[in-house]
């Protein structure tokens, strides 16, 4: 697991020494996610690395019965990860990341919700690992791991750690 979160880091390091012309206009989540997820690709030779996609092979990804709300569409069940490392066809899922600009003044809990959920095994889309980054102009102010549909601890201050060390920060 630590592998690809050191994936996860290389591509955050290399997005801040590129981009941030996006964090001095302040421009949208899902154009800062897009171009976070240029230099994730070059991370994970041999996966797609997608930005909102919502689909399990033939199927739509949906929130199981009983949970949250979803806001991403109009019925409320439809989940778009902000960016996954899957393999299509199979379908094989290894992470999906939310990105949240630390100027979003909304409630964080939906994104935390979405990611217990798409890392549950007992949910039949779960991604493996679930990453949730609040990107600030110059560091990352927040960075969680989720595995198991569950906020992991242990990894989450692992990670935490290692954006500390290279100088990313991650103020958690």
Known sequence: MQTELNKVIAALREFYAREQFLFEKD???RAVTHRFAVYLEKQFSGWAVDCNYDRLGERTLHLPRGSIISTDDHLGKS???DVVVHQREIPNNLLAIEIRNASNHTA?????????ALTDPDVWFAYWIGV??????????TAEVYVGGVLDRTQTVWLT????ETSLDASH
């Open 27 to 29: 421009v949208g989540e």
């Open 79 to 81: 989940i778009y990860p």
């Open 108 to 116: 964080i809990e939906h994104d935390q919700q979405k990611l217990k």
């Open 132 to 141: 949730l980054l609040v990107l600030a102009r110059t560091n990352i102010a």
């Open 161 to 164: 750690e290692r954006l500390k």
